[in-house]
């Protein structure tokens, strides 16, 4: 019996490169998100700090909500990088489905075109001994005609 062979093996290849790419690309900008999320996180932590301190008169006072200002500020910047970042998601996200989907679908068709190869072999095994037991009956009933016996 011959070996199973997909035309469109390279392809198939391929497109299984482009989709695992696409799904280091997700997960970098996933984890771009989850670091902003982070630095968010540490920025609110630092104006809690901040409120608490620029309560009390004096220098310290001033110092910790001049603080206060650069840190909302700063929080301002990391939630318009967070959008981007987000948004970056939802595009290499929407790259991703289609790569996957493309991959599936060539997986299917070679799944498809291999069990109809398997079930053709099958076919032509069976039409095979099919015929060997056919001309084992047709040998064996001439040999009887010759008066043959079978061993």
């Known amino acids: 019996m011959r070996r199973f062979r997909f035309r469109l093996a390279p392809l198939l ?9 696409s799904r280091r690309e997700l ?24 409120a608490d301190q ?3 008169p004096g220098a310290l006072g001033q110092l910790a909500r001049a603080l ?11 939630r318009s990088e967070l959008q981007k970042a987000q948004n970056r998601v939802e595009v290499v996200r929407a790259d991703y489905v289609i790569k996957a989907r493309d991959l599936k679908t060539l997986k ?16 032509a095994e069976q039409a095979e001994l ?3 037991a056919r001309l084992s009956r047709a040998g064996s009933l001439f040999g009887q005609k010759l008066g043959i016996e079978e061993a």
């Open 13 to 21: 290849r391929l497109r299984s490169q482009f989709e695992r790419s």
């Open 27 to 50: 997960a970098t900008a996933m984890a771009a998100v989850n670091t902003v999320d982070q630095q968010i996180a540490a920025a609110a932590q630092g104006l809690k700090d901040c």
């Open 54 to 56: 620029g309560a009390q």
């Open 68 to 78: 206060e200002n650069g840190l909302k500020r700063h929080q301002w910047r990391l």
């Open 108 to 123: 299917n068709l070679r799944d498809k075109r291999r069990e109809e190869w398997r079930r053709e072999a099958t076919k």
């Open 130 to 132: 099919d015929e060997l």
